[in-house]
């Protein structure tokens, strides 16, 4: 597949704020890695990111695996509905956000298209995407992109445009 071929992929501030909040709930007890799985509707070219899913996650040591048994059940959400398996995100300590071995090797569902986000300091401070490294699976192995806006697009969930609101009722 050509990167002319493959999906951009859309994501509204809300879902890409609440990736980051469930990244930093696997830091909550104490340091650890996290990962989301980013589920969506495909078509075309494009992808829209509508459902997050948190697999149940070993991160004993600290970083993230996830059983085959986990995985199968990460993926029993979407059965009978149009989603398809995107991506995923996962958290590192701090602002170190490339690839590790171990992420290039034993991440979750490998198959030409899919994105990889590694998001800083444990998620704590949202999801900046500038701040976080972004790779797709390109020619059997995950790249580091550099024109993040060719690949993952930002959107905003909603809009209250009225002038008066509520509160000054
Ligand atoms: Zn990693």
Redesign the pocket.
């Known amino acids: 597949m050509s990167k002319e071929e493959m999906s951009l992929i859309y994501i509204t501030d809300e879902l890409a704020q609440k990736t980051a909040k469930l990244l930093h709930s696997f830091a909550l007890r104490r340091p650890s ?1 996290g990962v989301v799985y980013w589920f969506g509707i495909e078509s075309g070219n494009k992808a829209v990111i509508t459902t997050l899913v948190v697999p149940d996650a070993d991160t004993e040591s600290g ?2 695996r996830t059983s085959v048994e986990a995985n199968a059940r990460a993926i029993s959400v979407i059965i009978g509905t149009p989603l398809v398996y995107v991506g995923q995100a ?3 300590p701090s602002a170190y956000v ?3 071995h ?2 290039d090797e034993c991440t979750f569902a490998q198959f030409e298209g899919v994105i990889s986000i ?1 998001v800083p300091w444990f998620g704590k401070n949202g999801l900046n995407i500038n701040e976080c490294g972004v790779y797709r699976h390109i020619g059997g192995s995950f790249q580091r992109v550099k024109n993040v806006e060719e690949h993952l697009v930002i959107l905003p969930a909603f809009a209250d445009l009225r002038q008066c609101t509520a509160m000054e009722e």
């Open positions: 890695e970083a993230v996962h958290s590192h490339r690839h590790s171990v992420d590694v």
